[in-house]
């Protein structure tokens, strides 16, 4: 099955600075790459995904870009506010009978400080 | 996006107790998950609820532990059986849409005692 791998487990960062946190996956059939944010005590919130037919999307601050030749994707944050402190989890999905099962990487948890 | 809610928000339960733990949705889903979260962990699929149909487990997850309903499009009911402290989790249902994106609900925190 699917195996994704997720790095760093812990990222500080200063407010304003760059963050990226780094997945890979296992599985070449997957095509659907979500991106969640969890806050403390919440329930993990989609911020952002990419599919295998795009190498790169962008929503305001964030990015996603996809390297499916290394099996690789990345989360960009720009100018990070504390507000952004969170645990980040990259996933991955494949169609066919695993349409929709997503296997988590084990998460990032980013300190933002003012 | 849906809009889902779980109930109960939080228990604790002693083991060797069951508990069975509800997922509505404000409007028809073809697919509905099960994750469980151990404290500090990630998500870990337990299982694809399949409206008229028996769910679809993961490996490592069993029906006999791990019951799941589905009577219609927008409702589910995952039970945790014969519970003991290693059950200790929040367990969310998320549900997806076309496109394959998927929203979670808010979880049910578990404590078994």
């Known amino acids: 099955g699917e195996n994704v791998e997720q790095h760093p487990s812990t990222l500080s960062v200063q407010e304003g600075d760059s963050a990226v946190i780094k997945c890979t996956y296992s599985?070449?059939?997957?095509?659907?790459f979500p991106w969640y944010k969890q806050e403390l005590g919440k329930r993990p919130q989609l911020i952002i995904d990419i599919r295998s037919n795009v190498g790169e999307k962008k929503d305001q601050r964030i990015a996603v870009t996809l390297n499916k030749t290394a099996k690789h994707f990345s989360l960009h944050i720009t100018e990070t506010q504390p507000e952004d402190s969170a645990v980040y989890f990259c996933a991955a999905s494949a169609g066919g009978t695993s349409y929709g099962k997503l296997t988590f990487g084990q998460g990032t948890i980013l300190t933002v400080h003012p | 996006s849906a809009v889902i809610s779980q109930k109960p928000s939080r228990d604790i339960c002693q083991r060797g107790t069951s508990l069975t733990i509800q997922c509505q949705v404000d409007?028809?889903?073809?697919?509905m998950f099960w994750y469980r979260q151990q404290p500090g962990q990630s998500l870990t699929l337990i299982a694809t609820a399949n409206q008229g149909s028996e769910a679809t487990y993961e490996s490592g997850f069993v029906i006999d532990k791990f019951p799941i309903s589905r009577p219609n499009l927008t409702f589910s009911t995952l039970t945790v059986s014969n519970m003991s402290p290693e059950d200790s989790s929040i367990y969310l249902c998320?549900?997806?849409?076309?496109?394959?994106?998927?929203?979670f609900g808010p979880g049910t925190r578990l404590t078994v005692t």
């Open positions: 409007s028809q889903v073809t697919m």
């Open positions: 998320s549900v997806g849409i076309d496109r394959g994106e998927q929203y």
């Open positions: 599985d070449s059939a997957s095509n659907y």
